[in-house]
């Protein structure tokens, strides 16, 4: 599954593998696995207790009874030492848990790579950007320093270039034009609102990220509920089809004993020895 087992397909590559199916199909087939190893353990274990219960009736039932049902018996005990035989056998399968693991140790491991992949691509585009953004602040930081050099001398400069002036008259006192408040009237009110509407704008903006970052949140909340509550049903499913199929398993060896089979064979031999003349 994982690539790195004894069965490798030569054509096989990294790219074909997703990780969610493996795990997916890993969890799987060690559910079906320690199904198959509980339903062997119970089978020998029945299969031993039908070898004590005929040791036990063979010291129960009368002599006439035993020579009756010695051939029944023999055929029985040799078909359980069969059955405990082929059990003991499929006890290797217990070996492939210890495989198992070890794909889901791999597993996990090949996973961790891929997120440290990730993270150091991520590093690296973070890097980059930082780069960028520093090279992009150095450019802003020099177009502002010039823009500071050379903005008081522009704004004097069309200030003082501007018809509300007259420089021709001889005292200071008449340069400026009788309408120059006109020009404080209109300046002052609009710088005003204009950072009335550049504050408004940034507290919209500030308010307008924190609501689109609680609703990332409640998102990514939201779908880790949703995931952690489908996995749980997925989980109780599969534990509730491992209990259907181990109780299918044992109901069909929980209807007979081992005293009433005997008994029945008896009676079916006691029925034909008294119909003979």
């Not at 009110?189 to 990220?209: C, D, E, F, Q």
């Not at 081992?258 to 064979?265: A, E, G, K, T």
Request: net charge neutral; hydrophobic share 40%.
């Amino acid at each position: 599954m994982t690539g790195y087992g004894l069965s490798v397909s030569e054509n096989a590559t990294d790219s074909q593998n997703d990780y969610r199916v493996l795990v997916k199909g890993l969890g799987k087939l060690q559910s079906q696995l320690y199904l198959g190893l509980a339903t062997i353990n119970s089978s020998r274990y029945m299969a031993l207790f039908l070898r004590q219960k005929i040791q036990h009736l063979s010291g129960v039932i009368p002599e006439e009874c035993q020579q009756k049902l010695a051939p029944a018996c023999h055929m029985l005990d040799e078909r359980i030492e069969f059955l405990l035989s082929n059990m003991e056998h499929m006890c290797i399968m217990d070996g492939m848990k210890e495989r198992m693991e070890a794909q889901q140790t791999v597993l996990f491991n090949l996973i961790a790579q891929a997120d440290s992949l990730i993270n150091v691509s991520l590093a690296q585009d973070s890097r980059e950007m930082a780069v960028s953004s520093k090279q992009d602040s150095s450019a802003m930081k020099i177009i502002a320093l010039l823009t500071t050099f050379f903005l008081p001398g522009t704004f004097i400069a069309s200030f003082f270039a501007m018809p509300l002036f007259n420089w021709s008259e001889p005292s200071l006192h008449q340069v400026a034009n009788s309408h120059f408040w006109v020009y404080w009237a209109v300046t002052g009110p609009l710088t005003l609102l204009t950072m009335a509407g550049v504050i408004a704008w940034a507290v919209w903006n500030s308010r307008r990220i924190q609501l689109l970052q609680s609703r990332a949140r409640e998102s990514v909340v939201g779908e880790a509920n949703r995931r952690r509550a489908r996995d749980m049903d997925e989980k109780q499913s599969q534990e509730t089809e491992t209990k259907r199929s181990s109780i299918s398993e044992q109901d069909p060896y929980k209807k007979y004993s081992m005293f009433d089979i005997l008994n029945h064979r008896w009676r079916h031999h006691h029925d034909l020895d008294t119909a003979e003349p």
